[in-house]
């Protein structure tokens, strides 16, 4: 490392600054400047640098605590660093002119006192931009609030003037009682429905009176969060208000079909793609999905399962003259698609010796995985026997097709000794789950893999590369992550040996989130249909409808998933009560399971 004295003068920070002027330095040189001097075998400027790389887009939220874990940083450098931050937030913030931004109904609540007193009815717009700014509140009716006296043009109409994004209502019941009427919903529903036509945001519909409030947003919104916008989205009554009655009912076709799902035949010493517990997988009803594939979607020569989860539905599909595609945000989904239905080949002879290799691996002594989720999850035993093969398989695999097959054998065992109901938000008190760990073979049939591609991606941004016959889209229905759910089989197939926390040993999960669980889930599905290249589509989406536990609430409604599908061409809808066949006995839990279709024509 050159020390600070090795630089040519011009171009030590200071120096530089003084000839140069400010703006010839780079980020890390203005930084060199306030850190002053390098440490041991790294010059300032070096240090510097380090630190604008670790934190990069998160700079100016830095805290002195980010600074300390710095090696050469102490407390009075990390205090003067968070200082010159500081400053430099709060003259910029006195220098930015206030805008009114309105995100809650609380915020247009106190912007709306004086209609509470007023002896007349009164309907008020408050018009935002899309991020939330207030751009004007206009009065659009004094009297007696009908829906034959208000037509949404008083409304849209400026809105499009304004070029607004959404629009919040109130309106204020002079008897006291903020309890909307029937008339009062019917109104929403039909500047709801215009505002879809118009594409504005209906944001929110509320009601101010003597005796309190009433906001409809805040009412319908099943989330902890009442808050108009999040991630930069800005949400609405459309996410949340089924405008009709539900329209799927009038095109539902109805199957009471029973449909066995077959046994694969099992061989010792393997194991097969679908032998996995898996929330929301379908292998029980890929006979129905088969269905209506095959009366539908007649001679199609690819198949793109594009939230693969398991992968079973595109394995049921999987030929040797047809591509499957198959893709899924989380690595422990992914290494095992690849696993199974990539056309890459595997040295089958090498997997099979390096899988006995692995199961006669010394676990005698502990290791990050016994030491997080041993006792817990699993025996300890097994726990050390988990995180010894997983380090072994790093140091012994040549190439990533066999180090996904060998992560996938290591998951499908791990998920066998696992003590849980199926996933990771928990482990049962009872540690009973005591047969030791052993890993299996994947049973590959790779002679129909040959066409096939597998991605480990984002949907949105994949749908935008590909294009395939049929589409099949089996997202996450609810709030529930499925990182969360299979946070430790992902710390497993990643083996970052990231910190975990809490009593379920969760890793740090924020950037694996998916949009479909959240309120985005309309917006991101809307972008996804959009940018589908493909001749049919099918969507399995859960009618769970509302439920007391707003987790488990269907994020898209099935208006607007009819209505963005509507957009691409003709939808039908096929449903079938859900039967679990368990121990001979048929039961039915009270759901069903529907496949939106939609042949594609625009
Ligand atoms: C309902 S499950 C799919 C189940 C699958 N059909 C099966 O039978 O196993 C939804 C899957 O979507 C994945 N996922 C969630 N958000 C995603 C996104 N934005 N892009 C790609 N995959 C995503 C989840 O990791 C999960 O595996």
């Known amino acids: 490392m050159p020390r600070i004295k090795d630089i040519p003068k011009v171009?030590?920070?200071?120096?530089?600054?003084?000839?140069?002027?400010?703006?010839?330095?780079?980020?890390?040189?203005?930084?060199?400047?306030?850190?002053?001097?390098?440490?041991?075998?790294?010059?300032?400027?070096?240090?510097?640098?380090?630190?604008?790389?670790?934190?990069?887009?998160n700079f100016l939220d830095l805290t002195v605590n980010d600074l300390l874990e710095i090696k050469g940083i102490g407390q009075a450098k990390a205090l003067q660093i968070i200082s010159a931050l500081e400053l430099v937030k709060r003259f910029y913030l006195d220098s930015v002119p206030k805008e009114n931004v309105?995100?809650?109904?609380?915020?247009?609540?106190?912007?709306?006192?004086?209609?509470?007193?007023?002896?007349?009815?009164?309907?008020?717009?408050?018009?935002?931009?899309?991020?939330?700014?207030?751009?004007?509140?206009?009065?659009?009716?004094i009297g007696i609030l009908d829906k034959s006296l208000v037509h949404p043009r008083e409304i849209f109409g400026l809105a499009v003037e304004l070029r607004a994004a959404g629009v919040v209502l109130v309106h204020n019941h002079p008897s006291g009682n903020p309890a909307p009427s029937e008339n009062d919903k019917e109104i929403v529903n039909?500047?709801?429905?215009?505002?879809?036509?118009?594409?504005?945001?209906?944001?929110?519909?509320?009601?101010?009176?003597?005796?309190?409030?009433?906001?409809?947003?805040?009412k319908l919104n099943s989330q902890d969060s009442k808050l108009y916008v999040s991630d930069?989205?800005?949400?609405?009554?459309?996410?949340?208000?089924?405008?009709?009655?539900?329209?799927?009912?009038?095109?539902?076709?109805?199957?009471?079909?029973?449909?066995?799902?077959?046994?694969?035949?099992?061989?010792?010493?393997?194991?097969?793609?679908?032998?996995?517990?898996?929330?929301?997988?379908?292998?029980?009803?890929?006979?129905?999905?088969?269905?209506?594939?095959?009366?539908?979607?007649?001679?199609?020569?690819?198949?793109?399962?594009?939230?693969?989860?398991?992968?079973?539905?595109?394995?049921?599909?999987?030929?040797?003259?047809i591509k499957v595609i198959s893709n899924d945000i989380l690595t422990s989904n992914y290494v095992s698609l690849s696993t199974f239905l990539s056309a890459k080949q595997l040295n089958l002879k090498k997997l099979e010796e390096s899988i006995t290799y692995l199961n006669s691996v010394d676990t005698k002594?502990?290791?990050?995985?016994?030491?997080?989720?041993?006792?817990?999850?699993?025996?300890?035993?097994?726990?050390?026997?988990?995180?010894?093969?997983?380090?072994?398989?790093?140091?012994?695999?040549?190439?990533e097709e066999e180090k996904n097959a060998l992560i996938t054998?290591?998951?499908?065992?791990?998920?066998?000794?696992?003590?849980?109901?199926?996933?990771?938000?928990?482990?049962?008190?009872?540690?009973?789950?005591?047969?030791?760990?052993?890993?299996?073979?994947?049973?590959?049939?790779?002679?129909?893999?040959?066409?096939?591609?597998?991605?480990?991606?984002?949907?949105?941004?994949?749908?935008?590369?590909?294009?395939?016959?049929?589409?099949?889209i089996d997202p996450p229905y609810n709030s529930r992550q499925y990182c969360d759910a299979y946070h430790l089989l992902e710390n497993l197939a990643r083996w970052t040996k990231p910190t975990v926390f809490g009593k379920a040993g969760k890793m740090d999960r924020s950037n694996l989130k998916s949009s479909y669980c959240l309120r985005s889930a309309t917006k991101v599905f809307d972008d996804l249909i959009r940018n589908a290249n493909c001749k049919h589509i099918l969507i399995s989406y859960n009618n769970t409808g509302e439920s007391k536990n707003g987790r488990s609430n269907a994020r898209i409604s099935d208006?607007?998933?009819?209505?963005?599908?509507?957009?691409?061409?003709?939808?039908e809808i096929f449903e079938r009560d859900y039967k679990a066949f368990t121990t001979g006995k048929s039961e039915t839990n009270g759901h069903a399971e529907r496949i939106f279709y939609c042949k594609v024509t625009n």
Do not use: W
């Open 232 to 321: 930069g989205i800005q949400y609405s009554l459309f996410d949340v208000f089924e405008t009709t009655s539900p329209a799927y009912a009038q095109i539902t076709q109805k199957s009471h079909k029973v449909y066995f799902s077959q046994r694969a035949r099992e061989t010792a010493g393997y194991f097969n793609i679908q032998n996995r517990r898996f929330l929301g997988n379908k292998y029980k009803l890929l006979g129905f999905i088969e269905d209506i594939v095959n009366e539908k979607c007649n001679g199609f020569n690819s198949f793109c399962d594009i939230f693969a989860g398991t992968g079973v539905v595109g394995e049921r599909f999987n030929e040797r003259n």
């Open 190 to 218: 039909r500047i709801i429905e215009a505002g879809k036509i118009m594409g504005i945001n209906v944001i929110d519909f509320i009601i101010v009176a003597e005796q309190g409030e009433f906001s409809f947003f805040e």
């Open 11 to 57: 171009d030590r920070p200071r120096e530089k600054f003084l000839k140069k002027g400010p703006d010839s330095l780079s980020k890390s040189e203005l930084l060199a400047i306030l850190l002053g001097s390098g440490i041991k075998g790294k010059n300032v400027k070096e240090l510097a640098g380090q630190i604008i790389r670790k934190f990069g887009a």
């Open 559 to 571: 208006n607007e998933l009819i209505r963005i599908l509507k957009n691409k061409g003709e939808v």
């Open 409 to 472: 054998s290591l998951i499908y065992a791990t998920d066998k000794v696992a003590n849980t109901v199926g996933h990771y938000d928990a482990y049962r008190k009872i540690l009973d789950s005591v047969q030791p760990l052993k890993l299996l073979i994947p049973k590959i049939v790779s002679e129909n893999n040959s066409n096939n591609e597998v991605f480990h991606e984002d949907a949105n941004t994949l749908i935008r590369k590909i294009n395939c016959d049929v589409l099949y």
């Open 365 to 399: 002594s502990d290791n990050y995985f016994s030491e997080h989720y041993g006792n817990t999850y699993f025996t300890l035993e097994n726990a050390r026997k988990i995180g010894a093969i997983r380090e072994k398989i790093d140091d012994i695999t040549e190439n």
């Open 102 to 141: 309105i995100i809650s109904a609380q915020n247009v609540i106190s912007l709306s006192s004086d209609l509470v007193d007023k002896k007349k009815e009164y309907l008020v717009c408050f018009y935002l931009n899309a991020r939330n700014v207030l751009l004007k509140k206009e009065i659009i009716s």
